[in-house]
């Protein structure tokens, strides 16, 4: 074993054991508790686990950020604690920064850039972001991956079945194993930069000639698999528009409603973290003119026959056609469905669907706070899985959800009124399995990426 391998093999081992004694002795107080027929308090329990976890500053807390925005993943108490977690790391000093720089542009990375600028703009999860210039003279965003992260990740994504194992061992009614399956595929995917390069040019096919939306540039001879370069585009934050104009609100909804839907509707792609901090939002004349989108991290390609049943449960619940329900569902890739449990599956899917089934301009949920959307029918659904359950929910199925829950919270922070029956029509007009999988193919290759399994 070389010495880097080893140093690699050190650090996961040291990981896997803080986080596995902060998870894995909350989940044995717990196990204990229900041996010995003893009351549990899961908001105490909850509040002990957000405090394992807050304590890393790693991508454990991406993974405990991502099932806070998956409905029912883990119970309401944890998911309210591990809301409150920030993912951020310590960011990179400037001497660290300058020896990562050139072990991956090489000694003489700093005449590659008219500048670099010392401080990061950003610090995430996985990495952070700083400002440079290219010698030509364009403004760039240059991310840079924090070191021994592929090792981090994969100790996280061990350490990961512990919260699993909570939700099994407290309530078996939901089957989190494709979950988990899913989380780690992608989060592995976001390891490689390059694939994210790969996912921009993606999304610069799909919405070329969108005006409300803009795409950065990669810069393939300034980017590696653990550093990407594209273009740096200025915009504010989209939280300081919650109080602008109905207009301004509502084009800016529109723009994430276009940027999120279309890909998804014509190409079989969405971008699985709708987070407030991916988007910025451009100006035209003192005025917003759209939305910036920032990362590419967390995108997730789609065989197009997964499209397929989301446009057929939509017309299923439109026209109440029950047997085009359950294809949807099959198609989706849950099992043994039964009558009660299709009774549970629409619940959920009434919830995520009535804006685009009521045809007239309406806000996204009248009335439910930013933090409360959801929450009521991922109640429901869960205390009637607890009686017809267990249910394994599909894989392609999390970060759908995920996804559109986290853009129905934009759509309440911006308070938008739209039309959301009108704008779904238009994403899936003249929608056919053929035609998704012709653009999607014609898009990939352009991009220079796989087709899905």
């Known amino acids: ?45 909850a509040a002990e686990l957000a405090a394992a976890l807050g304590g890393l500053k790693g991508p454990i807390m ?28 310590p960011p990179m000093g400037w001497a660290f920064v300058k020896r990562r720089m050139t072990a991956e542009l090489g000694a003489d990375w700093q005449k590659k850039f008219a500048k670099f600028e010392h401080h990061p703009a950003a610090a995430a999860s996985l990495g952070q972001v700083h400002r440079a ?32 194992a909570i939700r099994r061992r407290m309530d078996p009614a939901i089957d989190t194993t494709e979950i988990a ?24 096919s799909m919405l070329g000639g969108v005006e409300t939306i803009r ?4 810069w393939p001879e300034l980017s590696t698999g653990r550093l990407l370069t594209l273009d740096w585009l200025e915009g504010r ?51 917003p003119g759209g939305i910036n989108l920032l990362d590419y991290g967390c995108i997730r390609i789609f065989p197009p026959r997964f499209v397929g049943g989301v446009v057929d449960l939509y017309h299923g619940l439109l026209h109440g056609d029950e047997a085009l329900v359950v294809r949807a569902y099959e198609t989706w890739g849950f099992q043994r469905l039964s009558r009660e449990l299709i009774d549970i599956l629409n619940i959920w899917a009434r919830f995520i669907y009535g804006p685009l089934l009521d045809d007239r301009v309406r806000t996204i949920a009248d009335g439910i706070k930013p933090g409360e959307y959801g929450r009521r029918q991922a109640f429901q659904v869960h205390r009637a ?24 919270s934009v759509f309440l922070h911006l308070r938008a009124e739209l039309n959301f029956h009108r704008l779904f029509n238009e994403a899936i007009e003249k929608f056919s399995l053929a035609r998704v999988a012709q653009r999607q193919a014609e898009a990939l290759a352009q991009a220079g990426l796989a087709a899905p399994a």
């Open 385 to 408: 899985l607890r009686e017809k359950g267990p249910v394994m929910v599909p894989r392609e199925f999390v970060f759908m959800d995920r996804a559109a829950i986290g853009l129905g």
């Open 215 to 218: 795409v950065p540039r990669a």
């Open 133 to 164: 210039q290219a010698l030509d003279g364009t403004a760039l965003a240059c991310k840079l991956q924090y070191p021994d992260m592929q090792s981090a990740v994969e100790a996280d994504l061990q350490q990961l079945e512990w919260l699993f």
């Open 62 to 89: 991406k993974v405990a950020q991502l099932l806070a925005t998956i409905p029912d993943a883990l119970p309401t108490e944890y998911v309210t604690e591990l809301q409150k977690l920030q993912s951020q790391a």
């Open 237 to 287: 934050r989209l939280l300081e528009y919650t109080k602008a104009d109905l207009a301004s609100r509502n084009r800016l909804a529109t723009a994430m409603f276009t940027a999120w839907w279309f890909p998804f509707s014509r190409f079989g792609v969405i971008h699985g973290d709708p987070h407030l901090g991916n988007y910025t939002v451009f100006a035209e004349n003192d005025a």
């Open 1 to 45: 074993m070389s010495d880097r391998e080893a140093n690699r093999f050190s650090a996961r081992a040291a990981r896997y054991a803080r986080v596995g004694a902060n998870v894995g002795g909350v989940a044995a107080r717990m196990a204990g508790a229900r041996l010995l027929g003893r009351g549990l308090d899961r908001s105490r329990n």
């Open 181 to 204: 399956v899913e989380i780690g595929a992608r989060m592995r995917e976001e390891l490689d930069y390059r694939r994210e390069a790969k996912h921009a040019a993606l999304y610069r």
